[in-house]
């Protein structure tokens, strides 16, 4: 690290995610910076470099990354982007925590993995913001101590109010239900083998640009079940709820606490609008441990094999939309040591 106890960020890429970490990195996390931006839209980049001191905004990506103080990278450009971005991080072996996915595809996330090996030691992170969520890392602590016995089932529930315009039927794997084949492959300690996509009738929200809501099933190495109800049209909020059935009982998070309301004949809660406030505080929590761990000498987290057991799970899980309900198996390569835990 050049500069003094204080570890020196390039955020790449400043949308709605980069920008929002250009924030928390500039006003919440401790023992960071951002030192340089890059986008390649100029007005954008300038526009969130401006309010924070000792920023520079770049459009040239190269000239980012070497940018003076920059110590470690934060990628927050679309997936699409991320092969040939992390390709060059590793090349200056530069620490990243990667938004997720790490690529888009699973031959492209091997080209990584292999860099990462022939790196010799672990440098990304990818940033499955859920592992930070206090209600998710309960549910792991639970899990992990057998607290109800071993889990059979989980039932997930994943609801945006509306998506983005440009938004894809192969997001609603790629995109959304991507959180929940990390939380379940992280949750069980288990591979997913199987896929299976079942569409009701789409919600006249949804019709005419994609079958929207599905149900998405997974079967585990442990003979474990998982279902996924993804929705981005549900219109009324932003929720996601996980529920483990164990042994001898079952935990549940998602459901929002909170504020109780009672007005116009109606009583209950609040639903946030979005995930940039739902996980608000998870995304706080894993941007300081990456910083922590990184200021120490350390890399920890979702590690690149995962983005790539991701990424294989993802394109099973495309593959199972056009099926008709018939299970598409997940097919893995051997985990390589340096991604090996024991
Ligand atoms: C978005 O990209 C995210 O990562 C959100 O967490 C997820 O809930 C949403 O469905 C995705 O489109």
Redesign the pocket.
């Known amino acids: 690290m050049t500069t003094k106890d204080t570890l020196g960020v390039a955020v790449i890429g400043t949308g709605r995610m980069g920008a929002d970490h250009v924030r928390r990195l500039d006003t919440v996390i401790s023992g960071a910076r951002p030192v340089a931006v890059f986008d390649a839209f100029p007005g954008r980049t300038e526009e969130v470099a401006a309010g924070v001191d000792g920023c520079t905004a770049y459009t040239d990506f190269s000239a980012a990354l070497s940018a003076p103080d920059v110590d470690a990278v934060l990628l927050a450009t679309p997936g699409k982007a991320h092969k040939e971005q992390l390709l060059s991080i590793l090349e200056r072996d530069l620490p990243v925590l990667c938004e ?1 996915p790490l690529t888009p595809d699973s031959d492209s996330a091997l080209e990584v993995l292999k860099a990462e090996q022939e790196l010799g030691r672990r440098r990304i992170t990818v940033g499955f ?1 859920r592992r930070y969520d206090a209600e998710y890392m309960r549910l792991k602590a639970l899990l992990d101590h057998h607290e109800l016995g071993r889990p059979l089932v989980m039932h997930c529930q ?1 609801r ?1 109010p509306q ?2 315009p440009d ?1 894809t039927e192969q ?1 609603l794997i790629n ?2 239900v ?2 929940e084949i990390d939380t379940t492959r992280w949750l069980l300690g288990q591979e997913i083998t199987s896929v299976r996509v079942l569409r009701p009738a789409p919600s006249a929200a949804a019709s005419g640009r994609m079958r929207d809501p599905q149900i998405v099933l997974f079967e585990t190495s442990r003979q474990a079940i998982v279902d996924v109800e ?1 929705f ?1 049209h549900c219109g009324f909020g ?1 929720q ?1 709820r996980c529920e483990a059935v164990c042994e001898r009982g079952t935990a549940r998070v998602g459901d929002g606490g909170g504020i109780y309301l009672q007005g116009e004949g109606r009583w209950g809660g609040e639903i946030t609008p979005s ?1 940039i406030e739902r ?1 608000g505080a998870a995304y706080d929590r894993e941007v300081q441990q990456w910083v922590d761990v990184t200021r120490a000498g350390r890399t920890e987290g979702a590690s690149a094999w995962d983005g790539y057991a991701t990424a294989a799970v993802c394109e099973a899980g495309v593959r199972a939309q056009d099926a008709d309900g018939d299970r598409i198996s997940v097919e893995l390569i051997e985990r390589p040591t340096l991604y090996r835990e024991d």
């Open positions: 997720k913001m994943h945006n998506p983005p938004f997001m995109d959304s991507v959180h993804i981005v932003y996601v995930f996980f």
